[in-house]
């Protein structure tokens, strides 16, 4: 028995040692990424100036032309991620901070998204593998649940999450494979999709009166002396539950509520997102409204 | 409670410790404790579904004593046939009901009787086909004469409850495991050691292979209709290695825990893609069950006596029940009896046999001719699989005919944003790995050993797919 005890004790150091020279390499891996994604992409990237940044879910990832600012005289960057919550957008923007980005204006995308205060598991890994290397990061992952076992566990984090941060997206990283994410100035043109859900039920939503991370991005504007502009982006026609733009008018007066800009179906691809046609429509008013261009 | 899951890695030393160091001291109470702890298992799962554990076991346990007990067959043959209905009747009503019921139902709506079937509304309780099997073939032996009746419930409990067993086998048989648990255990280094092996070798079938493989052929499978051949191909083959992976994988698993416990669980796979004909596939794959169907099914229903015709419906008749006992499904029935079809031309020839023996290659043309028998039949068996994945026939004859039809060999983006040829490396490392060690039970062991286990649980924890958790396919079954 005292053999086989010993045994086990040496598979488990070799356990501990492979995760510790694994995470060891991950990281040195993902402190070379620029261009996989807009998280990478900012955390290796140092002091950058725009006139406008975009931040939010896909709702901004896929409605702000960048190209269109740029047309009329604005540097500018869609930082909008698919599937992001105003977790990931706030931690973005405290990122850009801390590497002292000279920013005028940020518009956020904020509406859907303020009836949660979660993290997006999906992108919220993109900025585990740096959670060693900036207190930015460990700061705000530890309010989380499982930061313990995020921070102190050698590779737990690449495990947990090896579908984003894994051997794949290592790999890519390590030989510098480009994605998309980076195209247009970060906006995601979106098309006609027959399939797409025109139906949308927001019936059960309510933002969260003080949603926390939505005055994190606010604060952070204002003490950088950043122009905030919120708004609220459109939907398509068939909504049940439309009334929670009203609601979160009530709760959050300074967002400008734009949902009703466009409505007609054939400028959406699914009922939460407009095609290319759509979203040039909504940039226009914005820029007019905003930026008097 | 999943093997691969962090409540097992807590569970498993616990009562490995408890069992080692605090109850080692007569069989009687290292047998109580796994009864406790393998009831603590199973609860895990759904605690009201112990009481039909209980009840099964129990069942069997006094209906075998009676049959051995009657001074008449007619005593005997009704505590026989109590034992073989009540068993049967479990799985029948909770496996097989509604889908008798809806077949039935669907049979008269298309010759104009409008039907509605009561269904029920209850899940299937977790390894029930296992541990209905295990009695089932307890007390047939008992009514054949060929073991005798236990008396030791705990003994007996521990035979059909054994936690490393209980939910996907493999389906054991009194001969081999009640003698085990009938004397106390000692513990031994080389045994344990061998068990750790494969516990950690079925963890890279489990999470490297068969996981990954999940994710390329569910994205492939679900969306069939815009897949192009090559995908199609591919798919079919990365369900083969998922299927693989996650069955013998949990079977490896299974061997090497009750390894740790020092008792020989029956081997359930035996690299079942070198096979050189279907014959031998089933010699190789799941064991315990083609095994369990031949000694208490076909051999009863007369076996290969009797001429060919009986030969060929005895045949097809193990393949169908096999195929049915995997799921109440349509598509489980036709794979099973593709399956006898393809048995059909070796037992039609008589050489169902021919290859029993160790395969060997050498450079000469009779190797070619074995490489090429092994591709043939891992493909035959591939189209097989196909209707084992799909949800229905229909769905499994379009998946067929498209790669016939469609003639696109071109990459494809999957929608889960991966190429389909990604994986092709991977497996084609874990071919070869198991091409070099085929003719042990697993590839860690031997010169180098702890070398290999590095490879091994570095694999699993680079390579491994843990964010998008799965269980185990066979706990459906």
């Not at chain 1, 690449?158 to 906006?187: D, M, P």
């Not at chain 2, 079919?236 to 698993?253: E, K, N, P, T, W």
């Not at chain 2, 000694?295 to 076996?303: S, T």
């Amino acid at each position: 028995m005292k053999h086989f005890l010993i045994y086990i004790a040496k598979i488990l150091v070799l356990i501990i040692l492979i995760a510790v020279v694994l995470d060891g390499l991950y990281t040195v891996i993902f402190m070379q990424s620029e261009n996989r994604g807009k998280i990478e992409t900012v955390f290796n990237s140092e002091a950058q100036k725009y006139d406008v940044i975009i931040l939010g879910s896909s709702r901004a990832n896929n409605h702000f032309v960048s190209q269109m600012f740029e047309d009329k005289g604005l540097k500018t960057f869609n930082y909008g991620m698919s599937g992001g919550h105003l977790f990931e957008a706030s931690l973005l923007l405290k990122l850009m901070m801390e590497r002292k980005y000279d920013i005028k204006n940020v518009i956020l995308e904020t509406d859907l998204n303020l009836s949660n205060q979660h993290e997006a598991e999906g992108i919220a890994a993109k900025f585990l593998p740096y959670i060693h290397n900036s207190t930015t990061i460990k700061d705000h992952f530890s309010s989380q649940e499982n930061f313990n076992e995020l921070y102190y566990i050698p590779f737990y984090r690449y495990i947990k999450y090896e579908s984003k941060i894994g051997i794949r997206e290592t790999f890519f990283t390590a030989v510098h494979k480009k994605t998309n994410a980076l195209n247009n100035l970060g906006y995601y043109p979106l098309v006609k999709n027959k399939n797409g859900n025109m139906k949308n039920n927001i019936a059960n939503l309510n933002p969260l009166p003080h949603n926390k991370y939505y005055e994190e991005i606010k604060n952070l504007c204002k003490i950088n002396n950043i122009n905030f502009i919120p708004v609220m982006t459109p939907m398509c026609e068939n909504v049940t539950g439309m009334n929670y733009f009203d609601k979160v008018k009530k709760a959050y007066p300074e967002i400008y509520n734009y949902e009703n800009v466009v409505i007609e179906n054939k400028y959406f691809s699914s009922c939460g997102h407009m095609t290319d046609a759509g979203a040039k429509i909504f940039t226009a008013k914005i820029l007019k409204d905003f930026f008097n261009k | 409670m999943f093997f691969n899951s962090i409540a097992f890695a807590i569970f498993l030393p616990i009562v490995f410790f408890l069992y080692w160091f605090v109850f080692n001291k007569s069989k009687s109470t290292q047998n109580a404790l796994l009864i406790v702890a393998s009831y603590y298992f199973y609860s895990c799962w759904d605690w009201r579904f112990l009481f039909l554990l209980v009840f099964s076991t129990f069942l069997d346990y006094y209906t075998g004593i009676q049959i051995e007990k009657s001074n008449s067959e007619r005593s005997r043959k009704f505590w026989f046939w109590l034992s073989i209905l009540v068993n049967l009747g479990f799985l029948g009503v909770f496996k097989y009901y509604n889908f008798f019921a809806g077949s039935f139902s669907d049979l008269l709506n298309s010759v104009g009787l409008k039907a509605s079937p009561i269904l029920l509304n209850v899940i299937l309780p977790v390894g029930i086909s296992f541990y209905t099997f295990h009695g089932l073939s307890y007390v047939i032996d008992i009514y054949y004469k060929r073991i005798k009746a236990e008396y030791n419930f705990v003994d007996y409990s521990l035979f059909v409850s054994y936690f490393p067993l209980l939910v996907a086998g493999p389906i054991e048989r009194a001969t081999h495991l009640l003698p085990q648990v009938k004397v106390k255990r000692e513990f031994d280094f080389e045994k344990a050691k061998q068990g750790v092996f494969q516990i950690i070798w079925g963890l890279v079938k489990k999470v490297v292979i068969a996981d990954t493989c999940a994710i390329y052929a569910n994205a492939i499978f679900d969306n069939y209709s815009s897949m192009n051949s090559f995908s199609l191909i591919l798919g079919a083959i990365y369900f083969a290695f998922q299927i693989y992976g996650d069955f013998s994988g949990y079977s490896d698993i299974a061997l090497g825990v009750s390894k740790l416990f020092g008792l020989d669980l029956l081997r359930n796979f035996n690299y079942p893609y070198f096979s050189r004909d279907i014959a031998e596939f089933w010699r190789r794959w799941h064991i315990s069950l083609s095994s369990w169907f031949r000694d208490y099914l076909y051999i009863p229903l007369g076996g290969s006596k009797g001429g060919i015709w009986m030969k060929i419906r005895n045949t097809f008749i193990i393949f169908v029940v096999s195929g049915f006992w995997h799921g109440a499904n349509w598509t489980y029935i036709v794979w099973g009896f593709i399956n006898a079809m393809y048995f059909l031309p070796l037992l039609l020839s008589n050489s169902n046999r021919n290859n029993i023996e160790d395969i060997q290659l050498r450079f000469n043309f009779d190797s070619v001719k074995v490489i090429i028998s092994i591709f043939s039949t891992f493909l035959i068996t591939c189209v097989a699989w196909v209707f084992f994945r799909a949800k229905t026939i229909t769905d499994a004859v379009s998946y067929l005919k498209r790669i016939v039809i469609n003639g696109d060999f071109n990459f494809q983006y999957l929608d889960n944003e991966r190429y389909n040829y990604e994986l092709l490396l991977m497996i084609g490392v874990f071919v070869l790995v198991e091409w070099n060690n085929r003719t042990k039970i697993e590839p860690l062991s031997g010169s180098k050993s702890m070398f290999k286990v590095a490879l091994a649980l570095l694999a699993i924890i680079a390579f491994g797919t843990f964010s998008d958790y799965k269980e185990f396919i066979y706990f459906q079954f």
